[in-house]
């Protein structure tokens, strides 16, 4: 089958396109590399089923083309990361709500069959535990600008939603919890490739608040064949699907982690939120994803424990070219 993948040169897009790739499929990568990287794609570039294409989903043209052309949509494409919202807030608002309106507006014209990306941060701030797909969303105040990439990505789910009960549309959204591994970069926050850098080099893991707030990393090994299998499932249509790990960390257990595995001599400081991010800033206490509704309709498994991640972006962190920056 032709899918395009929006967003194909990130982190996240990069592992599935190897996967389409790697099962048979002919994969049309979109990606305007403003934070994604051709490194990523290096292993597939030059297969004969990899077109890759520069360009952004703001682009009407070339996003009418692409969907033409292909059978499927998988809509990865985004500003993602707390730091990237918060330092550019116009420009992440106008990637993820035009670029999601435009990628469904013709995916919906051709009929294709997409997958959205979604985010365990469209909880908002609700703690609960295990947060099921139903929950509510809490939020701050609209003052506060990371509460801007909840609502910009809720805003993609009402879309998405609103197209299928409209249109009959079929779509698919995934909400990602913490999604970790090798290639991630920590140039837009991610905590993991950031800690797992300051030990490396000796410096100060930074955690930031009190470190007592946790989350549930999902390896991106797991959520790339997750998405395949949903993107191609019919029951998944018109729904909603957590995918997350099932192992919860305090941050400051992560850091402890990282340090111990690394063997780093790095001290571990806690930086109050509000020099780390800005003024009132404010932080997710809890994430824990249910993940029954996945595995009632995929085959789906979280195949690797936290240290195991770890120990791959350690050695990734390692090895990589680029290791010194
Ligand atoms: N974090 C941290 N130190 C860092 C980067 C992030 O303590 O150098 C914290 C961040 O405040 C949050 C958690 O780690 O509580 C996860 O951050 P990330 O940006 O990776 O993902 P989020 O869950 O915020 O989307």
Redesign the pocket.
């Known amino acids: 089958m032709r899918v395009l993948v929006t967003g194909a040169a990130g982190f996240i897009g990069s592992y599935l396109c190897e996967e389409l790739v790697a099962e048979g499929h002919e994969v049309y990568g979109l990606d305007n590399l403003s934070t994604g990287s051709l490194s990523n794609l290096q292993s597939i570039q030059n297969h004969r089923h990899f077109h890759f294409v520069r360009g952004s989903v703001l682009q009407r043209n070339v996003v009418l083309e692409l969907t033409a052309t292909c059978e499927s949509v998988v809509h990865l494409a985004a500003a993602v990361?707390?730091?990237l919202i918060v330092d550019k807030p116009l420009e992440s608002l106008h990637t993820n709500i035009q670029g999601t309106e435009i990628v469904l507006e013709y995916a919906n014209r051709f009929r294709k069959k997409i997958f959205i990306a979604s985010?365990?941060?469209v909880y908002g701030r609700n703690s609960a535990v295990p947060l099921r797909e139903e929950d509510d969303r809490i939020y701050g105040s609209t003052t506060i600008s990371r509460w801007s990439y909840a609502g910009s990505k809720a805003m993609d789910e009402f879309f998405a939603l609103a197209y299928h009960r409209t249109t009959g549309l079929p779509v698919v959204i995934g909400r990602f919890f913490?999604t970790v591994g090798p290639r991630q970069t920590?140039r837009y926050?991610?905590?993991?490739p950031?800690?797992v850098r300051?030990a490396l080099r000796g410096e100060t893991i930074?955690?930031?608040?009190d470190?007592s707030?946790t989350?549930t990393f999902t390896f991106v090994g797991d959520v790339a064949p997750a998405i395949v299998r949903l993107l191609f499932e019919p029951r998944a249509e018109g729904q909603i699907f957590n995918i997350g790990g099932e192992q919860e960390v305090s941050?400051l257990e992560?850091?402890q982690r990282v340090k111990r595995l690394t063997g780093s001599a790095s001290d571990i400081q806690c930086?109050p939120?509000d020099q780390?991010?800005m003024e009132g800033f404010e932080?997710?206490q809890r994430?824990v994803p249910n993940i029954g509704k996945l595995k009632s309709v995929i085959r789906y498994r979280n195949s690797l424990s936290l240290d195991q991640i770890l120990k791959r972006v350690i050695e990734f962190e390692r090895t990589r070219p680029d290791a010194g920056q």
């Open positions: 990361g707390v730091q985010t365990s941060e913490n920590g926050g991610m905590v993991i950031r800690f300051q930074t955690v930031y608040g470190g707030q989350r941050i992560l850091a930086i939120l780390a991010y932080d997710m994430r």
